[in-house]
């Protein structure tokens, strides 16, 4: 899994290449947002799958300071641990980390989402001990899954106003930060529930071909042929990318026999699933 997680560095530092601007607002709250400018819709790929977010913070703008005596935002270093389903970050769903507001503030963050469209649901949710709120919104209607950044800069507004009126009451601290974002090029796809959705598009497969502890892990980019839910398979095909053509046929589309290649690959040995990015 360490050539994952790099992979998965690597497209965090390209996403993160965002520029910051400093937005007034009606309430005390100081808020930012934050999109990825460096690359053109024509030039990559990776464009659709920037994660665009938002962040709020209450009072004040926490600035500090670095071991290297930089300043920085004040926002919590990110976790750097590997990346798994259920985390609440990358691979969705809710990670409360025994907070004892996290109960609340996810049940206002669905509150709050209620007024949006359905097509708009919470991929992730996590709070941390040290105030931090993190929501990823995932557009079903969007191929990428990305919704617009006016539909996150509405969102992260209604959503902080309503803690901010909440916190004021006292039954969650006052002085939380808030994250929205997208999923993001390094979002995980569950197996077999979201690769349907993708499936016109190519996905890195990191997998082992046994449930041996010394199995060594294997990795390729493929595209979804087809899901066998009786027998509880995925069959895979090769994508049609430049890490799948041979160096010596420089232009030339797969061969005749990579095209009819094919990997039948049960739900359980898939040890991680994301978007592949040509252009990393």
Request: hydrophobic share 35%; net charge negative.
């Amino acid at each position: 899994m360490a050539m994952a997680r790099g992979m998965i560095t690597r497209m965090r530092n390209t996403v993160g290449a965002v520029l910051l601007i400093r937005t007034p607002t009606t309430t005390h709250s100081h808020y930012f947002h934050f999109y990825n400018a460096s690359l053109p819709p024509s030039k990559s790929h990776l464009y659709f799958f920037s994660s665009a977010f938002l962040r709020s913070f209450s009072h004040h703008f926490p600035g500090e300071t670095n071991d290297e005596g930089a300043t920085t935002d004040g926002w919590e270093e990110e976790d750097e641990a590997e990346p798994k389903i259920g985390d609440g970050g990358d691979g969705g769903g809710v990670a409360l980390q025994n907070v004892p507001w996290g109960e609340r503030a996810l049940f206002i963050a669905e509150e709050v989402l209620m007024q949006f469209s359905e097509d708009i649901k919470l991929c992730a949710f996590k709070t941390t001990p040290r105030g931090y709120v993190y929501v990823r919104l995932d557009k079903l209607t969007d191929e990428y899954g990305c919704p617009s950044v006016e539909e996150l800069e509405c969102y992260n507004q209604k959503y902080k106003k309503r803690l901010d009126e909440v916190g004021a009451l006292g039954e969650i601290p006052d002085d939380l930060a808030l994250e929205v974002s997208s999923p993001g090029a390094e979002r995980l796809l569950k197996v077999p529930d979201d690769i349907s959705r993708f499936k016109d598009m190519p996905m890195r497969v990191y997998y082992t071909e046994n449930i041996g502890a010394n199995c060594p892990e294997r990795d390729g980019v493929f595209l979804l042929d087809s899901i066998e839910k009786d027998s509880e398979m995925c069959v895979w095909k090769l994508a049609d990318v430049k890490e799948n053509r041979d160096p010596l046929r420089k232009g030339r589309p797969l061969s005749r026999k990579q095209k009819d290649w094919r990997l039948k690959l049960p739900f359980n040995l898939h040890r991680m699933v994301i978007l592949y990015l040509e252009y990393l």
